[in-house]
């Protein structure tokens, strides 16, 4: 029988984009099907891991290495090998001087010759400052001190800030005299979601053509020896020689759920739905956007794209807040999904703003709401089928540094 490609790797958002990068650097045929009518319809990728997802205001083992995998460098490390053009790094002023002091003339001399791509994705380095809250939502006492020794552990160098020096370099300007207390973990980084989603979905749909790459896949099922759809009712059909990749957002969950109870798999769930809401805020004054602040169950930062030059004026805060988690069942996320915008929310954004950043006014942007898959376990795990391997990978959805290391992953994994 001949085959029609190596590989089809089933699903939406970054993940099957990152896979289909990866697999032809290695000079594999890839198929890329896409049930939706658009890659990215779902926004199932987040420019920052918010590291909110606590229980009992407890961080999980090994809290650590996700924060070492948030690292400016490990970030770069990440996204770089399958994106077809450059990603640019950005660190703050006081980083520069802190480098300064320390950098050799000759490594200096270097620096300042290379291009900088202004257009490129970029990934930034904030430093992530989290605040103690006794509220339920809260960061506590003993889940602060914990956090300390992990990123002690780690390597990090985190510092402890107290009152007007807390205050002062969480986003939005914090200031006035009361009793706060901030931990500070540097180097930690966000990324321009948007360009690199753009800058690889191009390169991926021009590298293998209209006849290796479809969205609005329909009636998508495994056939003997590879996989069949259909693309506007016109019916499609592909023999697989090495394997099928199907990457679990939300999007494809019933599709996996029916197939493993069709094939009498036991499937590797996510925890739940969880819920997420996130608003822009206009400030009265420019931000700071060398930090990343965490309070109670949000986060908050400066909104930049590129270069983040406070220069320029950065007056957009961007407010992330954690929602509620549900089951996959879909009356369960019509019933959660009212909410996103109710009053609780409006009304914490409110405390944000009135009680803890003490503005007088602020002027809501715009919100947007998602839906992702919040996993214990990212490990793969494979259908039990005769005539085609097929890999279900999960994790698919989440902060974008995440997302492409788990795709990465399971390329590994599935050509070993």
Known sequence: MPFDSDYALFGTGVAPLVAASHLLAQGKSVVVINPDRDFFLEDSELSL?????????????????????????????????????????WIGADERRDERRVERREDRRNRGAGFHDSSAPHVRSRGFEWMI?????????????????????????????????????????????RQIQGLFVPRLCDVDVARYRNGLLEFVRERL????????????????????????????????REGLLVFWTPKVTSWILKQAKKTGATPQLPVGLRLWEQWSVISRDALDPSCVGLFEDMAVWAEAEGA????????????????????????????????????????????????????ERFTLRSMKARALLEWRDEKSWKLPTQDLSVQIVNASDGPLVDVVRVARASVAEATL
């Open 209 to 240: 053509g209209a006849e290796n790459f479809f969205s609005s896949a329909e009636q998508f099922e495994i056939a003997p020896g590879g996989v069949r759809f259909a693309v506007h009712s016109e019916p499609k059909s592909f023999n697989i």
């Open 308 to 359: 983040a030059n406070p220069e320029e004026g950065l007056y957009r805060l961007a407010v992330l807040r954690a929602g509620a988690l549900v089951g996959l069942q879909a009356s369960e996320l019509r019933d959660a999904g009212s909410s996103w915008v109710s009053e609780d929310s409006l009304g914490i954004l409110t405390s944000l703003c009135h009680d803890f950043l003490r503005w």
């Open 49 to 89: 891991d918010p590291m909110l997802s606590r229980t009992n205001s407890k961080f999980p083992k090994g809290f650590g290495e996700r924060l070492q995998r948030n690292s400016i460098e490990r970030a770069l490390a990440t996204l770089r090998p399958d994106f077809p053009g450059a990603i640019e790094g």
């Open 133 to 177: 809250s006794e509220t339920p939502q809260g960061l506590s006492q003993e889940a602060f001190d914990e956090l300390f020794v992990e990123s002690s552990d780690a390597g990090l160098n985190p510092q402890l800030w107290e009152n007007l020096q807390a205050a002062r370099r969480f986003p939005g300007g914090a200031e006035g005299a």
